[in-house]
């Protein structure tokens, strides 16, 4: 549960987990904040590991803002099969489900009926990334 947020650009790698933990997009990322409209902002390492990438950073997180509708942004794979992953979505609230939905990633473009956040959007996009870097490793050993 990354989160609703936190636009994620690279991976971040700043060494402080000797074994990290299963992170919600597969990968501890840096990126922007966009939790203002209009304003990018980076934060810095600490905050990227403990709010950014965990969610649920109300509270936590001085820029999370106070009329937030959603805490935290998960993903799932469905389906994987014959070049098409389906994945679901779903936006969370208070550690329960608000809102849902699915897409599909075929032949690497991310599809799906309704029009996505462009921060959601991108947090499929490298959660899907890193679970087909994980079954390629997977699929070597």
């Known amino acids: ?19 990290p933990p299963r992170l919600p997009l597969g990968a501890l990322y840096r990126g922007l904040c966009h939790s203002v409209e209009g304003q990018q902002f980076e934060p810095d390492a600490r905050a ?14 001085a820029r999370f803002p106070d009329h937030a509708v ?4 998960r993903f799932s794979i469905e389906a994987d099969a014959n070049g098409v992953i389906e994945v679901v979505f779903v936006l969370e609230a208070g550690w329960s489900p608000a809102r849902f939905g699915r897409a599909q990633w075929i032949r690497g ?16 996009e490298v959660f899907i990334v890193n679970y087909l870097e994980r079954r390629a490793r997977s699929a070597h050993v």
Do not use: H, I, S
């Open 1 to 19: 549960m990354a989160c609703p947020y936190f636009y994620p650009v690279d991976r971040l790698d700043d060494g402080t987990w000797m074994k």
């Open 48 to 61: 990227a590991r403990e709010c950014c990438n965990t969610g649920y950073a109300r509270g936590k997180c």
């Open 70 to 73: 959603t805490d935290a942004l």
């Open 109 to 124: 473009a991310l599809r799906c009926e309704e029009a996505l956040d462009p921060v959601l959007r991108r947090q499929m």
